[in-house]
Every structure is written in C-alpha cells, then in structure tokens.
C-alpha cells in the first residue's frame, strides 16, 4: 500500500518557490483578476529564459511558472518584481482574494468589486497580525453577476445583495454558508478582517490541524466566531450564482462590452500561448488580461468581429474556445514525473477519458472524472461522479466520492475503469456523499 501523501499546508510563491520533479515552481503574486498585457509578456518572458516555458492558471487565477532552475531563480525573480508581481515577502503568503473576473468592465456603482480587491489588499498589507493567516485562506468578493463565483473555494466571502436598497454587504465564512453577517459596504472590510483574526485566535495551538476556516467551524461552531467577534450571524441564502462554462468559453457580450473565453487543457499554458493573448489584447487596445477560478483569461474586446477573430486564432492553437469542450469535464493534476508525491501519470489518462468525463458530468457543473496521482486530490477536493486515483500498481476507482474515499474497485487497468465507466448509468451524486462533501455545523 502507499504511503499517505505528505500535507506540506502551504502553495508555492515568487519568494517561497516549491520544488518539484520538473524544476521549481514559482506563483506570480496577481492581487485580483486584473493583470495588464505587458505583465503577461514578462510572465511569458521569464518563463521561457528561466523555467521550461509552461504555466499553470490555477483555481485560484494565479499564473504559476514552471521548471524554473536554481541558476535562473534570482533572475526569475528580479523580473517578476520589474513587473510588479512580487510583493513583500512579510506578505506575499497572504494576499489572496479572488474576484469576479469581469469586475470593473461594466463596473456597477452599487457594488465595485476591484474597489473591494484594493481595500482588502492595502489592509492586509498594513496589519501584522493578519500575517499570522496560513498560505492557503483566501478571501472571496462575488457582486452577484454572472459569471458567478458561488462555486469557489474561499474561507471568507464577501456577497452582494442584489436587491439591497440600503447597500449592504454578506460576509460569510466557509462551513456555514447559510449564516452571514450582514453589513454596509463601508463595515464590510473591517468585518471580513476580524472573522480573520478571530479564526487565527481560535486555531491558536493547532494550526497545522486546522488550517482553513472550515476546520475551525468544524472544530468550535458559528457561535465561537461570534463570541469572538461581538458579531451578529443571522440565516443567509445566497443569491449568488455559479458559473456555466458555456457562460465562460468563447464569445460573450457583456453590457455593452465584449469578451472572450479562453482555456488550456487542465490550466496548463504554453508561454508562446499566453505572450499571444497579451499581443491580441494590446493590438485591440485592450491591453489587460483577466484571470478566472475557471482556468480560462478573459479578453476584453471592442467589437464582436474581433472577439471572434481571437476566438478563431485560439483555436487554431489548439485552445479551449468552448464550453462544451471535452477537455473541460475531467480534473487531473501534474502527476508523475512533475509532482514528487503522485503514483502515476495523470494528463494523458485525462485526455483519454475526456469523453466519457462529458457524458458523467452534471449539465454545465464542471469535471465529471477526476484523474489524481495520489489521495490528496489537489485538482478536485469535490465529490466528483468519479475519481481515478494513481497507486503505482494500477487506479483505484471511487464513485461518487473524492481521491481520499474508499474505492469501489482497486487496482484497476485503464481499459477495466473505461468499460466501468461506459456501463456507469448517468445518476446524481447521492446525499451521503454530499453530506461528506461539507459535514458543517452552522450553529
């Protein structure tokens, strides 16, 4: 049986780069969705001169740089600081807010998210004791529009309430979702920052054990957060939506505005790709890029005719221009060689199974197969229909559950898991898995 594989609890960083089988990897630090052209051109640049010319657009919408090598880091980093990518290294670990991609494109003077992303990111910078936040905890801004962030990941969001006469703000923490402190926009930062420093307060003593807000909801309940705090949690129902990949990929009016939707297989981009965006973004005065979760950059664009000519000259590159995509319905990380800790390899097993991972996925719900090299599950720690998990002597399948559940079958061959899957009958996934999905206690 494998070892269990090791929780190193943190993601790589300009200034903290993680080793991996490929080289080192290094994360541009990109406060927001927003990052201009002439910062994906150095990106692109540093990459090619100082690692092995491949990107990873993680889930988060931050570009990470692959294969870069000890004799080229100082280098590698200078750049990333000439472009202003590099930030303190007190906080680089901690500035982590997701935005809605499209944010200020057609800004709404009810709710401006990128004004959100600033105040959040000059308070972080400023107050010591929320550098005490492990690497991983994210804060999440989501105005309500689409394309929607109701499906990402973060351990405290801020939610606009679309028919709020009064402007208020939700601020929700993750594992309880259905409770919110319900704030004006101008309290909604300092709120946001002291559920932070309440749950530094509560996991003090065990912050390996419990390094996200889940755990520590899990762990002490609503109400150690409100006792905490001094702040009031009332029952909340979201009225943000999640993202349709149709919603994403290819070529969408927005207002008055256009945008495109562009993806690489499994967020990994050829640098070559990424420098072309940029070029097309400056030569339609653009000149910025958007980072999505969705592992997709949004390009804005003057006028449908040329939305659709950079839909056509991605394609021709062999990217993801739509949503229905095979490519985009299966999950899989590096795998072996490039992650030290994976079994097997996973992309080509991925690529393999696109097909049937379209078949098995919810209508517009994202990957139906997940391709892991090991139990972690870093690509997908949701409850996929089913999860394909590498253990050196073959794949361990488990149906509708994660990389760390029991399998229903082990060791098995790719043609053994393909005839599995082919005869799988389309079903919803059932509610205990979802209970286990997010065990939560909201009170």
């Given at each position: 049986?494998?070892?269990?594989?090791?929780?190193?609890?943190?993601?790589?960083?300009?200034?903290?780069?993680?080793?991996?089988?490929?080289?080192?990897?290094?994360?541009?630090?990109?406060?927001?969705?927003?990052l201009s052209a002439q910062q994906a051109l150095a990106i692109a640049e540093i990459s090619l001169?100082?690692?092995?010319?491949?990107?990873?657009?993680?889930?988060?919408?931050?570009?990470?740089?692959?294969?870069?090598?000890?004799?080229?880091?100082?280098?590698?980093?200078?750049?990333?600081?000439?472009?202003?990518?590099?930030?303190?290294?007190?906080?680089?670990?901690?500035?982590?807010?997701?935005?809605?991609?499209?944010a200020v494109l057609d800004a709404s003077p009810a709710f401006d998210a990128q004004d959100f992303?600033?105040?959040?990111?000059?308070?972080?910078?400023?107050?010591?004791?929320?550098?005490?936040?492990?690497?991983?905890?994210?804060?999440?801004?989501?105005?309500?529009?689409?394309?929607?962030?109701?499906?990402?990941?973060?351990?405290?969001?801020?939610?606009?309430?679309?028919?709020?006469?009064?402007?208020?703000?939700?601020?929700?923490?993750?594992?309880?979702?259905?409770?919110?402190?319900?704030?004006?926009?101008?309290?909604?930062?300092?709120?946001?920052?002291?559920?932070?420093?309440?749950?530094?307060?509560?996991?003090?003593?065990?912050?390996?054990?419990?390094?996200?807000?889940?755990?520590?909801?899990?762990?002490?309940?609503?109400?150690?957060?409100?006792?905490?705090?001094?702040?009031?949690?009332?029952?909340?129902?979201?009225?943000?939506?999640?993202?349709?990949?149709?919603?994403?990929?290819?070529?969408?009016?927005?207002?008055?505005?256009?945008?495109?939707?562009?993806?690489?297989?499994?967020?990994?981009?050829?640098?070559?790709?990424?420098?072309?965006?940029?070029?097309?973004?400056?030569?339609?005065?653009?000149?910025?890029?958007?980072?999505?979760?969705?592992?997709?950059?949004?390009?804005?664009?003057?006028?449908?005719?040329?939305?659709?000519?950079?839909?056509?000259?991605?394609?021709?590159?062999?990217?993801?221009?739509?949503?229905?995509?095979?490519?985009?319905?299966?999950?899989?990380?590096?795998?072996?060689?490039?992650?030290?800790?994976?079994?097997?390899?996973?992309?080509?097993?991925?690529?393999?199974?696109?097909?049937?991972?379209?078949?098995?996925?919810?209508?517009?719900?994202?990957?139906?197969?997940?391709?892991?090299?090991?139990?972690?599950?870093?690509?997908?720690?949701?409850v996929a229909h089913a999860t394909i998990v590498a253990n050196g002597d073959g794949f361990d399948?488990?149906?509708?559950?994660?990389?760390?559940?029991?399998?229903?079958?082990?060791?098995?061959?790719?043609?053994?898991?393909?005839?599995?899957?082919?005869?799988?009958?389309?079903?919803?996934?059932?509610?205990?898995?979802?209970?286990?999905?997010?065990?939560?206690?909201?009170?």
């Amino acid at each position: 049986m494998n070892s269990a594989p090791e929780i190193k609890g943190w993601c790589p960083g300009a200034l903290r780069p993680m080793p991996s089988g490929d080289g080192l990897l290094l994360r541009a630090k990109i406060v927001g969705p927003r990052l201009s052209a002439q910062q994906a051109l150095a990106i692109a640049e540093i990459s090619l001169s100082c690692g092995n010319g491949l990107l990873d657009l993680s889930q988060r919408a931050q570009l990470q740089l692959r294969g870069v090598r000890e004799e080229t880091l100082q280098r590698a980093q200078r750049g990333l600081q000439d472009a202003g990518l590099l930030p303190n290294a007190e906080i680089e670990s901690v500035l982590n807010i997701l935005a809605p991609p499209l944010a200020v494109l057609d800004a709404s003077p009810a709710f401006d998210a990128q004004d959100f992303v600033d105040q959040l990111s000059a308070r972080i910078s400023r107050d010591p004791s929320l550098r005490k936040l492990p690497g991983k905890f994210c804060f999440l801004i989501d105005d309500g529009a689409d394309p929607g962030l109701a499906g990402s990941n973060a351990d405290i969001r801020l939610e606009a309430l679309r028919n709020s006469v009064s402007k208020h703000i939700a601020i929700v923490v993750d594992c309880a979702r259905d409770c919110a402190v319900v704030v004006s926009m101008q309290k909604a930062v300092e709120t946001a920052l002291a559920l932070a420093r309440a749950f530094t307060r509560l996991r003090r003593g065990r912050e390996f054990e419990l390094r996200r807000m889940h755990a520590v909801v899990q762990a002490f309940g609503v109400e150690a957060l409100r006792q905490t705090t001094g702040l009031a949690f009332e029952p909340y129902s979201s009225e943000c939506r999640d993202a349709a990949l149709s919603d994403v990929f290819g070529v969408h009016a927005r207002g008055a505005q256009w945008f495109v939707g562009i993806g690489a297989a499994f967020g990994r981009w050829r640098a070559q790709d990424l420098a072309w965006l940029a070029e097309r973004a400056i030569a339609d005065g653009a000149a910025e890029l958007r980072l999505s979760p969705w592992r997709a950059i949004l390009i804005p664009a003057p006028s449908q005719a040329a939305a659709k000519a950079i839909i056509a000259g991605a394609a021709e590159r062999d990217l993801i221009v739509d949503g229905d995509d095979p490519r985009l319905f299966v999950a899989a990380c590096p795998g072996a060689p490039e992650c030290p800790q994976a079994h097997g390899a996973t992309r080509a097993t991925a690529e393999r199974l696109a097909f049937i991972a379209r078949g098995l996925a919810q209508s517009g719900a994202g990957p139906g197969v997940h391709v892991s090299g090991c139990s972690k599950g870093c690509a997908m720690p949701r409850v996929a229909h089913a999860t394909i998990v590498a253990n050196g002597d073959g794949f361990d399948l488990v149906l509708d559950g994660r990389a760390d559940d029991p399998p229903l079958k082990r060791d098995a061959t790719l043609q053994e898991i393909e005839a599995l899957l082919n005869a799988s009958t389309r079903k919803s996934i059932n509610p205990e898995a979802r209970s286990r999905e997010a065990p939560c206690p909201a009170r």
